[in-house]
């Protein structure tokens, strides 16, 4: 793994991991406001080259809160420094919720999406409480974080969701997005299985046996699905 310092278009400094050869992919971690917990070369999808870029305001990357439009003009100004013209953008958590705003937001800078364990696009009470109700049999997974980096981004991710043509804009949406579900995550899949079957390319899959943070549980799993899922249109 090495590691390189990109300029934001504000010139803030962005840290970005980087591990790998081959079709380019961007790492999204969740959170959001989390340090980038999927920045090891030993879970990184297999033959490709992989890009971590660290979210502004927390670990190593300069900053501090912020909206999902300057999250995604963060990831451009990776792209654009890079010299790639397309990648594959694969989000855990948080991360695969901004995947699919990328892709609205960049499609043509995007040869697929592939969304592990998401949100879902929704603020629906039912999901919260299955979710609340749940949390507490987790794995504990020690992981920094900004509390205002991430009250931030959940507020401006209220925001998104709530615009009038954001169901039209997934349903014209015609970048490929193959949808991953835990099968054992407390998070309800029911809002991921509406997005794959929103998006025109749209495919859901669930991985077996493993939890919301299979990266960490069952390491081998979270590395064969994500190269399966990446390598479909890389």
């Known amino acids: 793994m090495r590691s390189v310092t990109v300029r934001a278009d504000d010139q803030t400094c962005l840290h970005v991991g980087v591990t790998g050869n081959g079709?380019?992919?961007v790492v999204l971690s969740g959170g959001p406001g989390c340090v980038h917990y999927l920045e090891h070369d030993d879970i990184a999808p297999r033959g490709m080259r992989a890009w971590y870029p660290e979210p502004r305001g927390v670990g190593r990357s300069a900053g501090g809160p912020h909206t999902?439009?300057?999250a995604v003009a963060d990831l451009e100004a990776v792209r654009r420094a890079a010299g790639i013209d397309s990648?594959?953008?694969l989000g855990h958590s948080w991360g695969a919720d901004l995947a699919v705003r990328y892709a609205l937001d960049h499609p043509s800078r995007v040869r697929?999406?592939?969304g592990v364990?998401?949100?879902g696009l929704h603020k629906d009470?039912?999901?919260s409480q299955t979710y609340e109700s749940l949390k507490h049999t987790e794995p504990k997974i020690d992981i920094d974080w900004n509390p205002t980096v991430h009250q931030a981004l959940s507020e401006s991710f209220l925001e998104w969701i709530h615009e009038t043509d954001l169901l039209r804009r997934l349903a014209d949406c015609r970048v490929p997005m193959t949808i991953v579900a835990a099968e054992h995550d407390i998070r309800p899949s029911w809002p991921l299985r509406q997005l794959a079957a929103l998006v025109q390319r749209g495919?859901?899959?669930v991985a077996p046996d493993v939890p919301h943070d299979m990266w960490w549980t069952d390491p081998d799993v979270w590395v064969n699905v994500v190269t399966k899922a990446c390598r479909?249109?890389?």
């Open 23 to 25: 079709p380019d992919v």
């Open 68 to 70: 999902l439009g300057q």
């Open 87 to 89: 990648w594959v953008v």
């Open 112 to 114: 697929s999406v592939v």
């Open 117 to 119: 364990a998401g949100h």
């Open 125 to 127: 009470r039912s999901w």
């Open 203 to 205: 495919a859901f899959v």
């Open 232 to 234: 479909n249109h890389g």
